[in-house]
């Protein structure tokens, strides 16, 4: 076998980040509620909620835990999804923007 040809041996193993709740799981249109996501496989994981990334997202050595600032938002619920390089979580939960 030649150097640097991928073998079956070296395939990785993608694990799904799993969402389980939202801690403040609303607030104003205005953006800028601290919530906390836990679940696992969180690791390396963008936060979008609505559609658009959260701020400042900071996850815990486990990977269960993930803390973020709500992007700005309309009136309404809005889904919440975890992306990795890998997978994404689909909306499990929703976070309200109150008017």
Same mark, same amino acid.
Do not use: C, H, W
């Given at each position: 076998?030649?150097? +640097?040809?991928? /073998? *079956?041996?070296? /395939? %990785?193993? #993608?694990?799904? &980040?799993v969402? $389980?709740?939202?801690?403040?799981?609303?607030?104003?249109?205005? +953006?800028?509620?601290?919530? =906390?996501?836990?679940?696992?496989?969180? /690791? @390396?994981?963008?936060?979008?909620? @609505? @559609?658009? *990334?959260?701020?400042?997202?900071?996850?815990? +050595?486990?990977?269960? *835990?993930?803390?973020?600032?709500?992007?700005v938002?309309t009136?309404?619920?809005?889904?919440?999804?975890? #992306?990795? &390089? @890998?997978? %994404?979580?689909?909306?499990?939960? =929703? #976070? $309200? #923007?109150?008017?």
């Amino acid at each position: 076998m030649a150097a +640097g040809v991928p /073998q *079956s041996s070296d /395939q %990785f193993t #993608y694990l799904d &980040p799993v969402i $389980t709740a939202i801690t403040s799981s609303s607030g104003p249109t205005t +953006g800028g509620r601290k919530v =906390t996501i836990t679940g696992s496989d969180l /690791q @390396g994981a963008r936060l979008v909620i @609505g @559609g658009t *990334s959260a701020a400042g997202v900071k996850v815990n +050595g486990k990977g269960t *835990s993930r803390k973020a600032e709500v992007p700005v938002g309309t009136v309404g619920p809005a889904e919440v999804e975890v #992306y990795t &390089p @890998g997978s %994404f979580a689909p909306a499990v939960t =929703t #976070y $309200t #923007y109150a008017s």
